[in-house]
């Protein structure tokens, strides 16, 4: 999958923009707080409908306009697609493909895969849980529609639960209709933990031998999947805490409170690992995505790196260049000595100065 072009209008600095792509590697480099995450920024959202940042589609329109355009021109397996994404403050999202409206972000996911690697990754190992699950839900949701599908709504279900557990409080009759928010609890969660679970095996079957080559074949690191609950005992957990979930106004069982470890021999890195061992396991899991996406997808995802080498030492910085390959590649940073110094190869070099991108070559 290759992406040819962007185009902006009213995107967060950018009034207009319009960027032409290389097939290869992409450098946006120039000071900080000038626009170069902003472009990695609006390719994520067209790829996911969500912003890496965790921003709302409104905050992400230019300052006293009312809406945005982002448009992105991609090639995939031979086929030509254009990804027309409008934000507006007032209203939802439209989004179009091939100028044809989809009325379920859900069409969208699969079209454009895209892998981003920024330094807040380099703490999702030792972060708190929902880091990890965040990181999870957001690759599976570009891989598996069906996923999209259980998580919304097991969000939804735990939202008007956490609801009604407040209500009754006020109004002890209401106790009698938990039942059905449980039950939809339990069938969209279990969904979610099987597929979780699956999904830790096909990384597991991917990650050892990236993460043994990225350490000198000294360690062996093995991911595991800590389900808050199993799907065998959900029902009976759910109703056992049903006092307690009153007690404290919100619900206490369920994958919403999963976690996910990381193991070097029989170290837990998450609290006994070393800085180094929990940033070469993030990367080793950056990684992996990448190559999951080739063997879930059958399509070679866009790697977008947001300014994460200076935050890597040589080495690292040397293991994740050389990993590259095959896979286009846009990456922001401050400044191209580490590219000339190691002799890497560049195809295109883009300067970002307040909102205006210029070409270099």
């Not at 031979?78 to 100028?99: F, P, Q, T, V, W």
């Not at 039942?179 to 979780?196: A, F, H, P, T, V």
């Not at 390959?325 to 190691?342: M, P, Y």
Request: hydrophobic residues 35%.
């Amino acid at each position: 999958m290759i992406i040819n072009s962007l185009e902006l209008s009213n995107f967060r600095n950018y009034r207009s923009l319009n960027i032409n792509f290389d097939h290869g590697t992409n450098i946006l480099y120039g000071d900080n707080a000038q626009g170069k995450t902003n472009i990695l920024e609006a390719i994520y959202l067209s790829a996911t409908t969500k912003s890496h940042r965790g921003t709302k589609d409104a905050d992400m329109i230019r300052f006293h306009e009312e809406e945005s355009h982002i448009r992105t021109y991609l090639q995939k397996e031979e086929m030509d697609y254009k990804i027309d994404m409008h934000l507006r403050k007032s209203r939802s999202k439209g989004i179009a493909i091939n100028g044809q409206k989809i009325k379920k972000a859900a069409d969208l996911l699969g079209i454009m895969n895209v892998v981003l690697f920024s330094p807040e990754d380099l703490s999702i190992v030792k972060e708190g849980p929902s880091e990890r699950r965040r990181f999870v839900d957001m690759e599976l949701c570009q891989l598996d529609p069906f996923y999209l599908y259980n998580l919304n709504h097991y969000n939804k279900t735990v939202n008007q639960r956490n609801k009604l557990l407040k209500d009754i409080v006020q109004n002890p009759s209401l106790k009698e209709t938990l039942l059905i928010w449980d039950q939809q609890l339990i069938s969209y969660g279990s969904k979610i933990i099987e597929r979780r679970m699956n999904f830790t095996d096909q990384l597991n079957s991917i990650i050892h031998d990236i993460h043994y080559k990225l350490t000198g074949e000294k360690e062996d690191l093995v991911i595991r999947y800590e389900p808050d609950v199993s799907i065998e005992t959900f029902e009976n957990k759910c109703l056992s805490r049903r006092e307690k979930d009153i007690a404290l106004k919100q619900t206490t069982t369920g994958p919403h409170r999963d976690d996910f470890s990381f193991y070097v021999g029989n170290i837990d890195i998450r609290k006994f690992g070393s800085q180094g061992q929990q940033r070469t396991a993030a990367l080793s899991l950056k990684l992996s995505e990448i190559e999951l996406v080739k063997k879930i997808a059958k399509t070679t995802p866009v790697l977008l790196l947001d300014d994460v080498l200076s935050e890597l030492d040589s080495n690292r910085q040397n293991y994740l260049l050389n990993s590259i390959g095959d896979v286009q590649t846009i990456i922001t940073c401050t400044g191209l000595d580490d590219f000339i110094n190691n002799r890497f190869q560049i195809n295109k070099i883009f300067k970002v100065t307040e909102g205006i991108v210029t070409g270099e070559n």
